[in-house]
Nanobody, 122 residues
Framework: QVQLVESGGGLVQPGGSLRLSCAASGSIFSIATMGWYRQAPGKEREFVASIRWSSGIPYYADSLKGRFSISRDNAKKMTYLQMDSLKPEDTAVYYC???????????????WGQGTQVTVSS
């Protein structure tokens, strides 16, 4: 069993910043990528950012480049999403994703956190 726990969401004014954290725990043997998705009310879940675990190479949704930054801590099995210059349209539930291989298996699986609410409003 693999668990992802997000933290760091909340209410912030436009132009402000937030840092989300996600911790992976449980019986995961190796991680390929960790990342973030978001889902706004009435919209589909969309990709935000991801990071390759071994190399640290980040990937971002084109519309978010320059404002969001993803990082990782290999030893702690954590990923972080630094969000700057936040806009009201960034309001959404942010979900952590981990693509990894559990112990005793040969296939990688996708795991999801429970989500953390980010609200950008004055």
């Amino acid at each position: 069993q693999v668990q992802l726990v997000e933290s760091g969401g909340g209410l912030v004014q436009p132009g402000g910043s937030l840092r989300l954290s996600c911790a992976a725990s449980g019986s995961i043997f190796s991680i390929a990528t960790m990342g973030w998705y978001r889902q706004a009310p009435g919209k589909e879940r969309e990709f935000v950012a991801s990071i390759r675990w071994s190399s640290g190479i980040p990937y971002y949704a084109d519309s978010l480049k320059g404002r969001f930054s993803i990082s990782r801590d290999n030893a702690k099995k954590m990923t972080y999403l630094q969000m700057d210059s936040l806009k009201p349209e960034d309001t959404a539930v942010y979900y952590c994703n981990c693509n990894g291989r559990p112990w005793g298996t040969t296939s990688a699986l996708d795991y999801w956190g429970q989500g953390t609410q980010v609200t950008v409003s004055s």
